[in-house]
């Protein structure tokens, strides 16, 4: 089996699932990376040979507003080796035979290995995959441990992991006219939640989940105010899609009557086998906690930690869930020590011990945990330095700096 990996550099209009749609059997999301997945397989046929194929796919992403490259391997591990490498706009194919030669030179931070591995390989002089993958399987595991052992056998060119991928589905779309034109907030919410229904039971007959929620308004004038974000978790009920709707498009409500509301769901994938309970189960849940979360606050207003649930056999709330409260909101832990970023030429810089790292990724922080007030949950963010440390800031508006609140690693 032949593995893709489109690795984009400019994001394209739809989605990279949508994109791939016509041109591959079936996808794989990379949670760890910036692309996607795609059998590569039996593609000689219709496109001659693996290069062409490459290409086609770069052009669907080049029409669709993107641009990338694209590796293409015999595992998911070298094909995006394979697409990091190739220069824009450029197809790198990895012969199977060629797979240990082609990641010896490549720098061993792209390694999957621990951070204090990392920093022991490279007091001893390693800086390529090829120095790892010389020594001997028994002296790794017994110098650096088991979890050592996976990165080895990637050094050597075997890649323990496997395509798990999943055939693409069409994004559901579902569309409501207005006659006469809506003007209010609440008769808005109205057409959201007819809309979410019919958005349910779409995923419900194809037993899906979805990521992606787009919803556009169209007012009396024809503009068109589109609203989108990636969910933290999968919609799949009524409920939960009415919720992230009104969320979109009830924040900054329209200044004119809307006379059109479009509502799409996109990133589709199957509903995990042996979940069926526990998802229609969650929206009872989030709203018991909810109901907790308010109380506390009303407790200790702007001061709560945490609220955890330490009996959850218990039948009352009163009894199941324990609020951690503290003295002063000076205690409270997004008071964290002070950090400074620097932006320079070539990007963000923090420094942390004397040190200054460059921030290689960051985004907002999506996670919203029941100790997170949440206007401070909005002013936080996760970063990733060039050692592999991924941080979490929060931005400290009474006292204009940012404050390292916690790490992720």
Same mark, same amino acid.
């Given at each position: 089996?032949?593995?893709?990996?489109?690795?984009?550099?400019?994001?394209?209009?739809?989605?990279?699932?949508?994109?791939?749609?016509?041109?591959?059997?079936?996808?794989?999301?990379?949670?760890?990376?910036?692309?996607?997945?795609?059998?590569?397989? #039996?593609?000689? %046929?219709?496109? @001659?040979?693996?290069?062409?194929? #490459?290409?086609?796919?770069?052009?669907?992403?080049?029409? /669709? @507003? #993107?641009?990338?490259?694209? @590796?293409?391997?015999?595992?998911?591990?070298?094909?995006?080796?394979?697409?990091?490498? /190739?220069d824009?706009d450029e !197809?790198?194919?990895?012969?199977?035979?060629?797979?240990?030669?082609?990641?010896?030179?490549?720098? &061993?931070?792209?390694?999957?290995?621990?951070?204090?591995?990392?920093?022991? *390989?490279?007091?001893?002089?390693?800086?390529?995959?090829?120095?790892?993958?010389?020594?001997p399987?028994?002296?790794?595991?017994r110098?650096?441990g088991?979890?050592? %052992?996976?990165?080895?056998?990637?050094?050597? #060119?075997?890649?323990?992991?496997?395509?798990?991928?999943?055939?693409?589905?069409?994004?559901?779309?579902?569309?409501?006219?207005?006659?006469?034109?809506?003007?209010?907030?609440?008769?808005?919410?109205?057409?959201?939640?007819? +809309?979410?229904?019919?958005?349910?039971?779409?995923?419900?007959?194809?037993?899906q989940?979805?990521?992606?929620?787009?919803?556009?308004?169209?007012?009396?004038?024809?503009?068109?105010?589109?609203?989108?974000?990636? %969910?933290?978790?999968?919609?799949?009920?009524?409920?939960?899609?009415?919720?992230?709707?009104?969320?979109?498009?009830?924040?900054?409500?329209?200044?004119?009557?809307?006379? /059109?509301?479009?509502?799409? %769901?996109?990133?589709?994938?199957?509903?995990?086998?042996?979940? /069926?309970?526990?998802?229609?189960?969650?929206?009872?849940?989030?709203?018991?906690?909810?109901? !907790?979360?308010?109380?506390?606050?009303?407790?200790?207003?702007?001061? !709560?930690?945490?609220? !955890?649930?330490?009996?959850?056999?218990?039948p009352?709330?009163?009894?199941?869930?324990?609020?951690?409260?503290?003295?002063?909101?000076?205690?409270?832990?997004?008071?964290?020590?002070?950090?400074?970023?620097?932006?320079?030429?070539? @990007?963000?810089? *923090?420094?942390?011990?004397?040190?200054? =790292?460059?921030?290689?990724?960051?985004?907002?922080?999506?996670? *919203?945990?029941?100790w997170?007030?949440?206007?401070?949950?909005?002013?936080?963010?996760?970063?990733? +330095?060039?050692?592999?440390?991924?941080?979490? *800031?929060?931005?400290?508006?009474?006292?204009? &700096?940012?404050? =390292?609140?916690?790490? =992720?690693?």
């Open positions: 089996m032949r593995i893709g990996y489109l690795w984009p550099d400019r994001r394209p209009a739809v989605s990279l699932t949508e994109l791939l749609m016509p041109l591959t059997p079936a996808v794989q999301l990379d949670d760890e990376g910036p692309g996607i997945w795609f059998d590569a397989s #039996g593609v000689r %046929l219709h496109f @001659g040979d693996e290069q062409r194929y #490459g290409r086609a796919v770069l052009a669907a992403l080049a029409a /669709a @507003g #993107g641009a990338g490259r694209l @590796g293409i391997a015999a595992t998911p591990w070298v094909a995006r080796l394979a697409a990091r490498t /190739a824009p !197809v790198l194919l990895v012969p199977d035979h060629e797979t240990r030669a082609f990641v010896r030179p490549l720098p &061993l931070d792209w390694l999957p290995l621990p951070q204090r591995v990392r920093v022991r *390989l490279h007091a001893l002089g390693f800086t390529t995959i090829g120095q790892f993958a010389d020594l399987p028994e002296s790794v595991r110098r650096f088991a979890e050592a %052992l996976v990165a080895h056998r990637l050094a050597r #060119g075997d890649d323990p992991s496997s395509f798990r991928g999943r055939v693409p589905v069409e994004p559901i779309r579902c569309l409501r006219t207005l006659e006469p034109p809506v003007a209010t907030s609440e008769q808005l919410a109205a057409v959201l939640d007819a +809309l979410a229904e019919q958005a349910a039971a779409a995923l419900a007959r194809c037993g989940v979805a990521w992606h929620l787009r919803v556009e308004l169209v007012t009396e004038s024809g503009r068109s105010e589109p609203r989108e974000r990636r %969910l933290p978790r999968p919609l799949r009920t009524a409920t939960e899609i009415a919720a992230a709707a009104r969320a979109l498009a009830l924040r900054h409500p329209p200044h004119a009557p809307v006379i /059109a509301v479009h509502l799409l %769901l996109r990133e589709l994938e199957l509903a995990r086998a042996g979940q /069926a309970l526990l998802l229609a189960a969650a929206p009872m849940r989030r709203a018991e906690r909810e109901r !907790v979360w308010q109380l506390a606050q009303r407790q200790a207003p702007g001061r !709560v930690i945490r609220v !955890v649930e330490h009996r959850p056999a218990a009352l709330p009163e009894h199941r869930w324990l609020v951690e409260g503290s003295v002063t909101p000076d205690t409270h832990p997004a008071r964290g020590e002070p950090v400074r970023l620097l932006q320079r030429e070539h @990007g963000w810089w *923090l420094e942390l011990a004397g040190r200054w =790292l460059r921030i290689v990724r960051s985004g907002p922080w999506e996670r *919203l945990d029941l997170w007030p949440e206007e401070l949950h909005r002013r936080t963010r996760w970063v990733e +330095l060039t050692d592999g440390q991924r941080l979490l *800031l929060t931005w400290d508006a009474r006292d204009r &700096l940012w404050r =390292l609140v916690g790490r =992720l690693d």
